[in-house]
């Protein structure tokens, strides 16, 4: 990109109480990047994703952002709690309170009005946010992330129990948002047909196999890595110069 990274890891150890999970973690994430992180569910995904956002120190090595650094966090919609009977204007509004409840904004809720008009659901800003639909729910939460106007949008597991046509809508507002704002993503899944196609270069880590490796698709996708990521046999084919990724019977072997 030419510019300075927004974020960098050097040689970084992610790990809580000074224990590392996973070690030689290296990768930058510019302006206009958009970085997928794949692996199965207890991989350590999350580890590296509040290592990101600066909630849990480095065990080791370097991790440098660029000062003033803004991100929009995305969380699982599973670990919202429904007992708080917020409209979705107020769920959008938090993501214009930093920390201390100050307003990022001196109109928080123009800012929040603006941010459902630009994912279209500004008709539903009176609507209880638990009553809507998964789909809408998740689209709700990117534009809460995005009152701030964030250098980098992360979301974590952003499609989990949501139909086809939701899923492919949210990665279609997200891929569009990268490429019309430049504006730097991370998608973190388990799945890695969510990021393939989108994403400009994808990490892969299992902390049970001691994988990272980072790379654009067409590096980083193999048949021995996806069966060394997920521990199960995967097969990977070329047909007409793109992959195609199915789970294979152990008999085939990989």
């Known amino acids: ?94 993501g214009g309170m930093g920390a201390g409840r100050f307003p990022l904004s001196s109109s928080p809720r123009r800012d929040a009005m603006a941010a459902l008009e630009g994912i279209g659901l500004a008709h539903l800003a009176s609507r209880s946010f638990f009553d809507l639909s998964g789909g809408q729910q998740q689209r709700v939460l990117v534009a809460r992330a995005l009152v701030r106007s964030p250098d980098v949008l992360v979301l974590d597991e952003p499609t989990a129990g949501m139909d086809l046509p939701s899923e492919r809508s949210l990665l279609d507002f997200v891929t569009d948002l990268n490429r019309k704002r430049g504006t730097a993503v991370i998608v973190v899944a388990h799945a890695i047909v969510l990021v393939t196609g989108r994403a400009h270069r994808i990490a892969l880590l299992n902390k049970d196999t001691g994988l990272f490796a980072v790379g654009t698709e067409a590096e980083i996708i193999s048949t021995e890595r996806l069966t060394d990521l997920y521990r199960s046999p995967i097969r990977v084919f070329d047909i007409e110069g793109e992959k195609v990724i199915r789970a294979a019977s152990h008999g085939e072997g990989a």
């Open 1 to 94: 990109m030419g510019t300075a990274p927004l974020v960098e890891l050097k040689d970084v150890a992610i790990g809580y109480s000074g224990r590392a999970i996973l070690d030689r973690i290296s990768f930058r994430l510019s302006q206009g990047d958009f970085l997928g992180i794949v692996g199965p569910n207890g991989a350590g995904k999350s580890t590296l994703l509040m290592t990101l956002l600066g909630n849990i120190r480095p065990v080791r090595g370097s991790l440098e952002r660029r000062p003033g650094l803004r991100f929009g966090y995305v969380p699982q919609r599973s670990r919202l709690d429904p007992i708080f009977p917020l409209s979705v204007l107020d769920m959008v509004r938090l």
